[in-house]
């Protein structure tokens, strides 16, 4: 039995306030309850109704999967399903991941999980991971992992100390937003890696819009941005778990040098 369902969902509860920095006022005011009733159940003199569960829980952005813990501590069966998606019922949700990952073409995506493993990328994801050690390569793979270790794409990454700075502040938030331990482990061990060469700071004031990837190919110096895609109105765990990293050129002569690739 895991802890949260030892525990009882008044603790889970508060926990997830103070997580979101909220007070017991603010709480019960955006869930139309009162600050005294809110009380009582997070001291346990309380016990909430499965749709007071599901409505604090929403209003405190608890992710799906974390909402069932909630609503299995207070005694109730989970309202949200999870499958695998290699399941018959995931068939709409696999025809559109392959759509965006074929439609980004010739520019690499990823479809990752919550914990940052790879489930799955278009044919261009080689130019991110050319050169990088098989083992890194080897199922699963942990796209966090693979970007910053030193025999992934550090080598190759032009601005690594700005990159990896961005992907640590990242994955922090994340951790310290969801309480996973399992990212917070993560974030830990790619902290232990290599820096890199601080270089340049971010100067705004000469064009940069986002802090970009520097990837050094041959001669040449990609620099891509990404953007990060999500199922806006999941109401199942898995689904509600995955995202899609897509990777656009910075520069003409990126956009150039992937499509001459390509061909």
Request: hydrophobic share 45%; net charge negative.
């Given at each position: 039995?895991?802890?949260?369902?030892?525990?009882?969902?008044?603790?889970?509860?508060?926990?997830?306030?103070?997580?979101?920095?909220?007070?017991?006022?603010?709480?019960?005011?955006?869930?139309?309850?009162?600050?005294?009733?809110?009380?009582?159940?997070?001291?346990?003199?309380?016990?909430?109704?499965?749709?007071?569960?599901?409505?604090?829980?929403?209003?405190?952005?608890?992710?799906?999967?974390?909402?069932?813990?909630?609503?299995?501590?207070?005694?109730?069966?989970?309202?949200?399903?999870?499958?695998?998606?290699?399941?018959?019922e995931m068939e709409p949700v696999r025809a559109a991941l392959e759509s965006v990952l074929r439609g980004h073409e010739p520019y690499p995506a990823v479809v990752v999980d919550r914990h940052w493993g790879m489930v799955a990328a278009n044919r261009s994801i080689g130019l991110l991971t050319e050169g990088a050690a098989a083992h890194l390569l080897e199922p699963p793979v942990n796209v966090l992992r693979l970007g910053l270790h030193p025999e992934g794409l550090a080598p190759r990454i032009a601005n690594?100390?700005?990159?990896?700075?961005?992907?640590?502040?990242?994955?922090?938030?994340?951790?310290?937003?969801?309480?996973?331990?399992?990212?917070?482990?993560?974030?830990?061990?790619?902290?232990?890696?290599?820096?890199?060469?601080?270089?340049?700071?971010?100067?705004?004031?000469?064009?940069?819009?986002?802090?970009?990837?520097?990837?050094?190919?041959?001669?040449?110096?990609?620099?891509?941005?990404?953007?990060?895609?999500?199922?806006?109105?999941?109401?199942?765990?898995?689904?509600?778990?995955?995202?899609?990293?897509?990777?656009?050129?910075?520069?003409?002569?990126?956009?150039?040098?992937?499509?001459?690739?390509?061909?």
């Amino acid at each position: 039995m895991e802890l949260q369902e030892r525990t009882g969902v008044g603790p889970l509860l508060r926990d997830w306030r103070r997580r979101r920095r909220l007070s017991q006022l603010d709480l019960a005011l955006e869930a139309g309850v009162s600050s005294r009733h809110l009380s009582f159940i997070e001291t346990g003199r309380a016990r909430p109704s499965a749709e007071m569960v599901v409505q604090l829980a929403e209003r405190l952005d608890v992710p799906l999967r974390d909402r069932n813990h909630l609503l299995l501590a207070a005694g109730y069966a989970p309202a949200y399903g999870q499958r695998g998606l290699d399941e018959p019922e995931m068939e709409p949700v696999r025809a559109a991941l392959e759509s965006v990952l074929r439609g980004h073409e010739p520019y690499p995506a990823v479809v990752v999980d919550r914990h940052w493993g790879m489930v799955a990328a278009n044919r261009s994801i080689g130019l991110l991971t050319e050169g990088a050690a098989a083992h890194l390569l080897e199922p699963p793979v942990n796209v966090l992992r693979l970007g910053l270790h030193p025999e992934g794409l550090a080598p190759r990454i032009a601005n690594l100390a700005e990159w990896r700075a961005h992907l640590l502040d990242r994955l922090g938030r994340q951790a310290v937003v969801s309480g996973d331990p399992a990212l917070s482990a993560l974030h830990h061990e790619l902290a232990a890696y290599p820096a890199g060469d601080p270089g340049p700071s971010l100067d705004l004031a000469a064009g940069e819009l986002a802090v970009p990837l520097r990837l050094r190919r041959g001669d040449a110096e990609l620099v891509f941005i990404s953007t990060i895609t999500t199922f806006g109105t999941a109401v199942e765990v898995t689904l509600s778990e995955l995202s899609i990293e897509a990777f656009l050129p910075a520069d003409p002569a990126t956009a150039e040098f992937v499509r001459r690739n390509a061909a």
